[in-house]
């Protein structure tokens, strides 16, 4: 049995059929035999809207409460999925970037992860829930909510495998992978099967439109593999790994 991380971002649960769609995909993962936890990010542009929102009533938005606002996109997007899982007949139970146990730095807006203590999403996994986790969130030593920059959940997704010891982290997104450019804009580009993480930092103009550049430094840090695929489409994705680690021997690959 594997373990898996799997983490969404906004434009794969953009409304209501979306959620459901992750809902399946989670849901599926699960009952094929694996622990599943999925990370979060807000739903379409709700982030932005959120900033512009708090920019129409205060040009300039003490830190703190900016911080407590944002978080609540990824509890929209977690809460309702976990319903979509329930209603798909499967347990979720769903974490704030708190309760995750993510403990952050003070730096609001741009806070840097210092640990990760999933006791209470353990716990789920080992009930035999899907736990389902806000991510971009975490709190201070003053137990105020914080954020860790924009894109942040990739980084969320990736050090929660890393505290659980997760087998693969999935980063799901709307392109099949990481590609050799930018396969909405150049026909020609072709999807990348496996690379490493050195390679990735430096392709920075594609591989960073995919991935968030702090997140492939903490799975390299840690020797986590990633596999960023598409949540419309079941083909395969791209494979991160470790040098020496055969990338077919991770779990979920096809
Ligand atoms: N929702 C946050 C943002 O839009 C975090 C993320 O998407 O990763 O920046
Ligand atoms: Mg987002």
Do not use: W
């Not at 347990?91 to 640990?115: E, V």
């Amino acid at each position: 049995m594997a373990l898996i991380v799997q983490k969404y971002g906004g434009s794969s649960g953009a409304d209501t059929e979306s959620i459901q769609r992750v809902a399946k995909r989670g849901g599926e993962t699960e009952k094929t035999g694996n622990k599943v936890a999925v990370v979060v990010s807000a739903m379409g542009d709700t982030t932005d809207d959120l900033i512009d929102q708090a920019l129409s009533i205060d040009s300039n938005p003490p830190e703190r409460e900016m911080d407590m606002l944002m978080t609540a996109g990824e509890r929209i997007s977690m809460s309702l999925l976990a319903m979509a899982i329930h209603a798909e007949g499967s347990r979720a139970h769903s974490f704030t970037g708190q309760q995750a146990g993510f403990l952050t730095d003070a730096r609001y807006g741009a806070a840097h992860i210092k640990a990760v203590k999933p006791d209470r999403v353990k716990n789920a996994l080992s009930l035999g829930d899907i736990a389902i986790v806000a991510g971009f969130q975490g709190i201070n030593a003053k137990g105020d909510a914080t954020t860790l920059g924009r894109g942040g959940s990739d980084t969320s997704a990736v050090a929660l495998a890393v505290a659980l010891g997760a087998d693969v982290c999935e980063i799901y997104t709307d392109v099949d992978g990481i590609f050799t450019a930018d396969p909405r804009i150049v026909t020609s580009a072709r999807r990348i099967p496996s690379i490493g993480y050195e390679a990735i930092l430096e392709m920075a103009s594609c591989g960073s439109k995919v991935l968030a550049l702090r997140c492939v430094e903490y799975a390299q840090r840690f020797n986590m593999p990633l596999h960023v695929r598409s949540s419309f489409s079941r083909r395969p994705g791209t494979l991160v790994v470790p040098d020496g680690v055969d990338p077919r021997t991770l779990p979920n690959i096809d």
